[in-house]
């Protein structure tokens, strides 16, 4: 069994700050890919950032110089740390990860339940 659990969203004044974490834990072999999505009310899921187990990270447009992701693999941990927030950027915050369980058949893809950012104007 394997789990993805987020923390650290909330409240905050555009221009602010927000540091969002998530966990896997369970029967882990080994760690791919781990990503942040988002869903905005009425919008569909988009990717925000990625980061390979090497440490090579790809961002949308709409966040670039103002998102940073980052993992620590001994923790089995990403990381998405958001400045300058803007109103755009609230939606229910994913963290995905693409997660070979031990016993398993192969790499397949886990979800975090979501964490709600909300950025007032």
């Known amino acids: 069994q394997v789990q993805l659990v987020e923390s650290g969203g909330g409240l905050v004044q555009a221009g602010g700050s927000l540091r969002l974490s998530c966990a896997a834990s369970g029967s882990i072999f080994s760690i791919n890919a781990m990503r942040w999505y988002r869903q905005a009310p009425g919008k569909q899921r988009e990717l925000v950032a990625a980061?390979?187990?090497?440490?090579?990270?790809v961002y949308a447009d709409s966040v670039k110089g103002r998102f940073t992701i980052s993992r620590d693999n001994a923790k089995n941990t990403v990381y998405l740390q958001m400045n300058s927030l803007k109103p755009e950027d609230t939606a229910v915050y994913y963290c995905?990860?693409?997660?070979?369980?031990?016993?398993?058949?192969?790499?397949?893809?886990?979800w975090g339940q979501g964490t709600q950012v909300t950025v007032s104007s």
């Open positions: 980061t390979t187990s090497g440490g090579t990270t």
């Open positions: 995905n990860a693409n997660i070979l369980a031990k016993l398993g058949f192969g790499p397949r893809d886990y």
